[in-house]
């Protein structure tokens, strides 16, 4: 991985920073950090897909040089939203895309989804500093994404919280000094259920996680476990380490963000609260550090770290995407695209809970597809693995929940 030696901020001058999916979860941690500096940023670019209401309240107090919603239907809302304020405005894919090529020191990546793949790239190429959050750029674009980025000599700071742990306990050594990288992971909100209790577990109970408060789709992931599938395949990317070296082990505390253990035994861990403005920070920051109001650990009345292996028969969805990463080629495309489809008609309440799992499977086991060579391979292979999934949900007819009232609190 590439990372940035200097800071890419020049003397006195603000640092322009773009912020793609400004409205969610790891944008609006962003901005948070972004408006206690507001002399030390100037804000290019803000994006979003629906919350029109929220990116007009926004780019109306951090004044970006341009806002663009993803929706092409809110064009009108959003202009008329900033009009008089002199800040651009704009709609769709296409001008999402270009918006986020736009030059600038930094921008973050907070698109959920494969729908951030290209606005994701477009940043990467005119970026100095990328810091990701949309891991899954990496899980079905993993090696045409970083070959982008070398080829931009741009640099890419992870900053979902166990990689940018590592990252941070990697810092000073030496790669080939490095054994085992060990992600932690919650367990979700379902880590002590049987099977039979997972079954009708509503999407309002998934999204409620123990210790993270993210978006929905991700809570959902983290859930059923497929998050921390999809980290083991970001982390296999970010710091070229080989699978059966990347180990996951269940710490409901979330305390320890992620560990390294080196060849003489020692194990580096990163520890603080659960609060995703520490890794934007570190992102936004390197290879300095900025103060942030996190709060701080207290280690007087901290409850014992505890620590078990997962368990892969009532969690499949980290050994699906073991397997994918395994079998390499389309696979890991076709496991994201799966999960994709399953977790958003979990959410409409299509399918149940452990319906996902078996649903990505089908998918694994059903398609096949030669490695994608280019980012419009990845799309076709992602098109397809989405008609397949939804072929299998057509299947998987669940008439208790067909009659289920969707969860109103979902989006
Ligand atoms: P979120 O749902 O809260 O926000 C997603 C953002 O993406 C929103 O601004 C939305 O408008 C935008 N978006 C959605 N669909 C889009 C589309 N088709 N085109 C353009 N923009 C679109 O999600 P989040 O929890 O902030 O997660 C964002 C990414 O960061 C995910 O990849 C997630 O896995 C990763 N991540 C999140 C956290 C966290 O704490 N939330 C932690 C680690 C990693
Ligand atoms: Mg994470």
Aim: some cysteine; hydrophobic content about 50%; aromatic content about 4%.
């Amino acid at each position: 991985m590439t990372l940035p030696t200097t800071a890419a901020r020049p003397e006195g001058a603000p640092r322009r920073v773009s912020v793609l999916g400004a409205t969610g979860s790891i944008g609006t941690s962003t901005l948070d950090l972004l408006a206690r500096d507001r002399a030390g940023y100037a804000i290019e670019a803000l994006t979003a897909f629906s919350r029109v209401e929220d990116l007009i309240a926004t780019a109306r107090r951090l004044k970006p040089a341009i806002a663009v919603i993803g929706d092409p239907g809110l064009y009108r809302a959003l202009r008329d939203g900033l009009a008089g304020t002199g800040i651009e405005a704009a709609a769709g894919r296409e001008a999402l895309i270009a918006a986020a090529e736009r030059p600038v020191d930094w921008a973050i990546g907070g698109i959920v989804g494969a729908a951030g793949l290209e606005p994701t790239l477009a940043a990467a190429r005119n970026a100095k500093v990328l810091a990701l959050a949309n891991k899954e750029c990496l899980v079905c674009a993993g090696a045409i994404f970083k070959a982008e980025l070398a080829r931009c000599s741009t640099a890419l700071v992870p900053v979902d919280s166990e990689h940018s742990a590592i990252f941070q306990v990697l810092a000073g050594e030496r790669p080939e000094r490095v054994e085992r990288l060990i992600l932690t992971a919650s367990g979700g909100p379902f880590r002590t259920f049987s099977r039979a209790e997972m079954t009708d577990v509503t999407p309002r109970q998934a999204v409620n996680h123990p210790r993270w408060s993210m978006g929905a789709k991700i809570s959902i992931d983290s859930a059923t476990m497929m998050n921390k599938g999809l980290e083991v395949i970001e982390a296999y990317h970010l710091f070229d380490v080989a699978p059966e070296r990347i180990d996951v082990v269940i710490h409901p505390q979330s305390v320890i963000h992620s560990m390294v253990e080196y060849c003489d035994g020692a194990v580096l861990a990163q520890l603080g609260e659960p609060d995703m403005r520490t890794p934007i920070a570190v992102a936004l920051s390197w290879p300095d550090r900025m103060p942030t109001p996190v709060k701080r650990l207290d280690f007087g009345t901290m409850a014992a770290l505890t620590f078990s292996t997962p368990d892969d028969a009532r969690f499949p969805c980290l050994a699906l995407a073991r397997r994918a990463l395994h079998t390499g080629g389309a696979a890991p495309t076709l496991l994201n695209a799966a999960n994709e489809v399953a977790v958003e008609a979990f959410m409409r309440r299509e399918i149940g809970f452990l319906d996902i799992p078996e649903l990505v499977r089908r998918v694994l086991d059903g398609l096949d597809a030669p490695a994608p060579a280019t980012i419009a391979d990845v799309l076709a292979i992602d098109a397809e693995a989405r008609s397949r999934a939804l072929a299998e949900i057509a299947g998987l007819a669940r008439s208790v929940v067909a009659v289920a009232a969707p969860d109103s609190r979902i989006q």
